[in-house]
């Protein structure tokens, strides 16, 4: 399945670098297995692919762990292996999916501003989630123990990283926080891999294996500083357009580039790309990959030509 996806993502990208191309046709509709409200003028839709879809507009509800307080999906929750929040959902609830083991892929809206309380602790097999630009705060426990995940981006647009946030996150490797001034609530485990009880001393200590990407003189230096975790500025991981790292600049990293923006922008999959090759190749410096980058790194492979 994993190639079958690498597959279409490579030919679309080629299609689009190469020739101009129409919208792309929209998948078959899968039927509803259930489905209901999640807020004031919010619903929610389950389908026998084991998606979930929030549309509306505003908030959802908050919810808790605890039998009767549980989000209405809750006796599907190891059903469900994407959550898709479309645009005019505006907050994502505390404890909206906890315990989702099957949960794959999250597609937020840039409508959304706050992810809420432990909104999707113990999701272990999540491996990625894009937080869209908008997104101001990222609550207590918001990705607590989601032991698959290796990569998180959090925009310019985030002020606020609370408590365990992202703790107990063992396959973190990559961590990057664009706004310089952003709140990170101070201890060791905000943001950590694994961590362990202490019974003699009454501590839990924490393990930082991963490596956090910010600006220098940031409060992310700050705190990698503070709590021993490897530190890159990001002024240092610069846009040279070698996507691939082989020393050269040319169509394949183009075409890399173009891969990035149809998984993540067009088939909504998530990245493909680690955190230095997206700097590499986020040529116009605006912290995501559009169809600009690949095109300014084809205009740099013409230029050595010359």
Same mark, same amino acid.
């Given at each position: 399945?994993?190639?079958?996806?690498?597959?279409?993502?490579?030919?679309?990208?080629?299609?689009?670098?190469?020739?101009?191309?129409?919208?792309?046709?929209?998948? =078959?509709?899968?039927?509803?297995?259930?489905?209901?409200?999640?807020?004031?003028?919010?619903?929610?839709?389950? #389908? @026998?692919? $084991? &998606?979930?879809?929030?549309?509306?507009?505003?908030?959802?509800?908050?919810?808790?762990y605890e039998e009767g307080y549980a989000s209405p999906w809750a006796d599907y929750s190891h059903e469900i292996e994407r959550v898709v929040v479309e645009d005019g959902v505006t907050c994502i609830g505390d404890w909206a999916f906890p315990s989702c083991g099957s949960l794959t892929e999250v597609i937020l809206s840039d409508t959304v501003s706050r992810i809420g309380r432990y909104a999707f602790d113990n999701c272990s097999a999540l491996t990625e989630v894009q937080i869209p630009q908008g997104v101001s705060g990222i609550d207590v426990g918001a990705f607590y123990q989601c032991s698959s995940l290796t990569s998180v981006a959090l925009p310019a647009s985030v002020t606020n990283i609370?408590?365990?946030?992202? =703790?107990?996150?063992?396959?973190?490797?990559?961590?990057?926080?664009?706004?310089?001034?952003?709140?990170?609530? #101070? @201890?060791? $485990? &905000?943001?950590?891999?694994?961590?362990?009880?202490?019974?003699?001393?009454?501590?839990?200590?924490?393990?930082?294996t991963y490596t956090l990407y910010g600006y220098a003189d940031s409060t992310a230096q700050a705190y990698a500083e503070k709590y021993?975790?490897?530190?890159?500025?990001?002024?240092?991981?610069?846009?040279?357009?070698?996507?691939?790292?082989?020393?050269?600049?040319?169509?394949?990293?183009?075409?890399?580039?173009?891969?990035?923006?149809?998984?993540?922008?067009?088939?909504?999959?998530?990245?493909?790309?680690?955190?230095?090759?997206?700097?590499?190749?986020?040529m116009d410096g605006d912290g995501k990959i559009s169809t600009i980058d690949p095109q300014e790194i084809l205009a740099l492979y013409a230029t050595s030509l010359q």
């Open positions: 399945m994993k190639l079958f996806q690498k597959i279409s993502v490579t030919a679309t990208a080629a299609m689009m670098l190469f020739a101009a191309s129409g919208d792309l046709p929209l998948s =078959t509709a899968v039927s509803a297995i259930s489905s209901g409200s999640c807020g004031q003028d919010l619903s929610w839709t389950l #389908d @026998a692919a $084991g &998606t979930l879809t929030i549309s509306g507009e505003g908030a959802m509800e908050d919810y808790y609370a408590l365990s946030a992202f =703790t107990g996150c063992i396959g973190l490797v990559d961590f990057v926080i664009l706004n310089p001034s952003c709140t990170i609530f #101070d @201890a060791s $485990g &905000t943001i950590s891999n694994q961590y362990a009880y202490q019974p003699e001393s009454g501590t839990t200590e924490y393990d930082h021993d975790v490897a530190f890159v500025a990001i002024e240092s991981v610069s846009a040279t357009g070698d996507v691939n790292s082989d020393g050269a600049v040319d169509t394949i990293d183009a075409i890399c580039a173009l891969e990035e923006y149809v998984a993540v922008s067009i088939m909504e999959q998530g990245s493909v790309l680690n955190v230095p090759q997206r700097f590499a190749a986020d």
